[in-house]
């Protein structure tokens, strides 16, 4: 069997921090310390940590639903300082709602072997739920945190967990 990867998704200033610009409130920085653990468990146990992030041009058309955010190399396109990116993890730049979508991460999770893919992080109906599926789609296992993800919508929320799960996610 391979490797686990925790994949950190979107834990950026812009969604967690008071002042970004998609600031998701108490539900985002609830999450913060049983992400911050489970990334330390991951490295310790010899996984892999991946922070998948939002970083758009400053004319993506994801602007036309979502008011600007993560603007590439702009401090909302930072990861927290409350979980730190450090030597030995991967960072993968995103600019739609899949962290597979053009991006590298594939890669990463073949190269390094992982069998399991778990993923942390917002929002959960969004970008966690698109990662999700497109992970079931090739075939690697994937692993949601309930007390590792959040919304800026509870309904949106409990739909999409019950959703993935129906779809062959595993919810924990």
């Not at 590439?72 to 960072?91: C, H, M, Q, T, V």
């Not at 995103?94 to 073949?110: C, F, P, Q």
């Amino acid at each position: 069997m391979g490797k686990v990867a925790l994949v950190v998704i979107d834990m950026l200033n812009d969604f967690i921090d008071p002042q970004g610009a998609l600031y998701m409130g108490a539900a985002g920085r609830a999450i913060i310390p049983f992400i911050a653990g489970k990334v330390e468990e991951t490295r310790s146990g010899g996984g892999v940590v991946i922070f998948a992030c939002d970083a758009h041009a400053v004319a993506d058309r994801e602007f036309e639903q979502f008011k600007p955010h993560a603007v590439k190399n702009s401090w909302g396109a930072g990861i927290i300082a409350e979980i730190p990116f450090l030597a030995g993890d991967y960072r993968v730049d995103k600019t739609r709602y899949s962290a597979l979508h053009n991006t590298g991460l594939e890669d990463i999770l073949i190269r390094e072997e992982v069998w399991q893919v778990e993923l942390v992080g917002v929002c959960t109906s969004i970008c966690i739920m698109f990662t999700a599926i497109s992970l079931l789609d090739r075939e690697f296992h994937c692993r949601i945190y309930r007390d590792g993800v959040a919304d800026f919508d509870p309904q949106a929320h409990a739909f999409a967990l019950a959703h993935m799960q129906k779809l062959g996610v595993e919810v924990v």
